[in-house]
C-alpha cells in the first residue's frame, strides 16, 4: 500500500485517496468476566507495591482483576482528598492515571464505588470548566451509574448532562469538516479515560470520518483549485497531518500495537501514514520484541518533548496517553531499561502516581549501577517530592503523598547510601532526606526521624 507524506505549500492540500469509515474493533479478551474475586482491600501503605505489580504483570488473572479493582478505589480515594482540599487540577490528573491503570475490557462494576464520588465530581467539574466534552461525559457517566436512580444528586446530574448535550448541539457550528472535528476530538478524549470497547469503536469511526472528509476536501481543491473556507482548511489539514497518528494512539494508551495497526490500515488514515512511523508500529505489531516497543516509545516521547517539531500535531492528552500505553509494554518487556523506565516514572509523577516512579526506577537501576544512572534516577524522585513540597503550604494531602514516595523510595535510598557512592552523585540519599524532612518540617509535624539524613550520605 503506496503512503505519502503530507506537507503544505500556501494553502494546497496533497492529493489522496479516500477510505471508508473504520468498522468496530475486533473482539478481545474479556478481562470483565473474570471479576468473580471481591474486590482487593489495598491500603494507603499497600498502594505503591500493587500498583507495581499491575504495571510488571499484564497478564488477565481473577486475582490481577481484584487487585485492579482495589487499586483504582484507592487512587480514586486519594484523588477525592485532593478534590477536598481545593485541588480540582491535582485530583482529575489522578483520576485519569488511574483510568490509565485500566485497559481494554479490563473494568468491572465494582471497579468504583461511594468513595470514588468526591474525585469523579472533581474531575467533571475540571474538564467541564475546561471546556473537555470527552472526559466531561465519561467521568458524569461512570458517576451516575453509583447514584441512585431516583435521588437528589443523580437527578442534579441527570441535568447536567442534558444540559451538556444541549449545549454540545447548539454550538455544532461551522462547516462540515469543523463539525467532524469537534467530534472526533469529544470521541477520543472520552475513549482514552473510558476503557470500554463502545468509547474506542466511537473514536475509531469519528476519526476516520474526519480523515475520510479531509481527504474529499483535499481532492476538489486539486480538480477544481478552489480553496475551502479557512476554518475548514485549517481542520483538514490537522486531520491529514495527525489522523493516523490519532488512530494509533487510542489502541496504543491500551498497549494494542496489532489493532493501531490494523485500524489504521482499514481506514483513509493507512493512506497519510510516514513510512517511519508505520515501519516502528508494525514492528511492535508483528515481532513485538522490547526494542520494537522501546523505539516506538522513543517516537512518541520525542514528539511530546518537541512540540514545535511534531508533524502530526496530536493533542498533549492524546500524545500523553500514547506515552504512557507503549512505554508501559516496553517496560513489561525489559524493565531494565533506564531510557524507558525514566520516561514511564515521569508519566506516574504527572498523573497523580508519584509513589510508584521509586518502584520503577528502582528496577532499571539494578543492584551496582553506575552513579550517573542512580543520580538520574534519585532525580527524578527529588523533583516528585519537590512538587509534593510547593504544595504543602496550602494542601495538607501533600504531605501524605510524599511520605508515600519516600517510602517507596527505600531501595535507591539503601544504594545511595553505600560507601561507594559517596561523593560521584549529582543529587545524593542525603539530598532526597534532606528535602522530606523539609516537608515534615514544614506540615508542622515531628515524624522526621527516619527521613534525616545520615552521617555518610
Known sequence: MRRVAITLAGSALVALTAGCPAPPPKPATDVAAQAALPVANVSEEAFAGAVHRLLRDGVPTRERSALLAGVIRRQLAFA?????GGDSARCARAVVGGMYLVRLD????????????AALTGAIEHFSARGDEGRTLAFSHMQRQLLAPTSREGQRLDEHLAALSRWIEDTRTGGPMKILSGEERRAVAQALVDPSRESLAK???AISKSVTLAVEINLEFQQTRQLPSRDEAIEAFSSLQAGAYMMA???LRHGLALEALEAIERSPAGRIT?????????AAAIDNGPEDWRVLTGEFARARIEEEENEARLDPEVLAAAVWGVALEAYRRDPTNLAVAHILATHLVEH??????????ADAVGSTP???????????????LAREHAAIAERNFAVASARRIFAASSALLALASQPAYQGKLRTSAADLRRLMANIELKSGEHGIASSRPRPGD
Open 352 to 361: 497523580g502516581l508519584p509513589e510508584i516512579a521509586p518502584l520503577v526506577l
Open 203 to 205: 473514536a475509531e469511526l
Open 80 to 84: 477525592g482528598e485532593a478534590f477536598a
Open 106 to 117: 479490563e473494568g468491572r462494576a465494582d471497579m468504583l464505588d461511594a468513595t470514588s464520588t
Open 274 to 282: 510516514r513510512p517511519s512511523f508505520f515501519a516502528k508500529l508494525r
Open 249 to 251: 494512539a487510542i489502541y
Open 370 to 384: 553506575r552513579a550517573a544512572i542512580l543520580s538520574t534516577a534519585l532525580e527524578v524522585v527529588v523533583a516528585a
